[in-house]
């Protein structure tokens, strides 16, 4: 049972770099999430995707993309790293039921942005 | 380990106590309530749920309870173990696809 999986697992970019996280889920669950997490502040969301081919802002969307690739995958894009983006990167997944399911999380990309 | 710990409000117990972790929610039109579980260097880990309907649920060797009244959402873990160290927090879900995470309690288990 992998549930959410997360690549990579670290990452040390430069300001300036792009890159692609890439979250993967095999549940089957219609919604997906991205989150950072930074000490003191709890989860905060980038960008979801309520269902395949839909994406919507989160709280927190500057300096981000999004792709639903299909109903497994969701990536996060940043086109140009920023210190400031430096943080912990959490993926999640919901099955249906409407807003009554819990979310699964995957274990995280920890991001250094030097 | 991963500082997602620093400046949170900790508790700390003697294993074998009951814990008892308190949140307060922000949203009266919420409905839907979840407490996780995170450890060091691992993502969230869903415990228990509670819908609004209810105002207790019980798990294994936990209990949520709910206080719509006061906005207040508690976690009790009975005869806590040092494998119960990390930090929890809930959720809530105000009506939409989204769910809204307070910033967590954690929780230092001594044997």
């Known amino acids: 049972n992998a549930g959410v999986t997360q690549t990579p697992k670290f990452q040390v970019l430069k300001t300036g770099q792009s890159m692609t996280l890439q979250c993967a889920q095999d549940m089957n669950h219609n919604s997906m999430y991205w989150y950072r997490q930074d000490p003191g502040m709890g989860l905060r969301l980038i960008y979801y995707s309520a269902s395949e081919g839909t994406t919507d802002k989160g709280e927190v969307p500057n300096g981000y993309n999004v792709s639903r690739l299909n109903k497994r995958e969701f990536s996060l894009r940043l086109e140009s790293a920023a210190p400031s983006q430096t943080s912990v990167y959490f993926c999640a997944s919901r099955g249906p039921g409407g807003g009554n399911q819990p979310q699964h999380f995957g274990d995280g990309t920890r991001l250094s942005i030097l | 380990g991963e500082s997602v710990g620093l400046h949170l409000p900790t508790l700390s117990v003697q294993e074998g106590d009951n814990s008892i972790i308190n949140c307060a929610y922000s949203n009266s039109a919420s409905d839907y309530f979840i407490w996780y579980k995170q450890e060091s260097g691992k993502g969230p880990q869903f415990i228990i749920d509670?819908?609004?309907?209810?105002d207790k649920r019980q798990g294994q060797r936990v209990t949520v309870l709910l206080n719509k009244t006061v906005k207040h959402l508690s976690l009790q873990i009975a005869a806590t173990q040092p494998g119960d160290s990390a930090v929890y927090f809930c959720a809530e879900n105000p009506g939409y696809s989204t769910l809204t995470f307070g910033k967590g309690t954690m929780l230092l288990v001594s044997p």
């Open positions: 509670i819908r609004s309907n209810m």
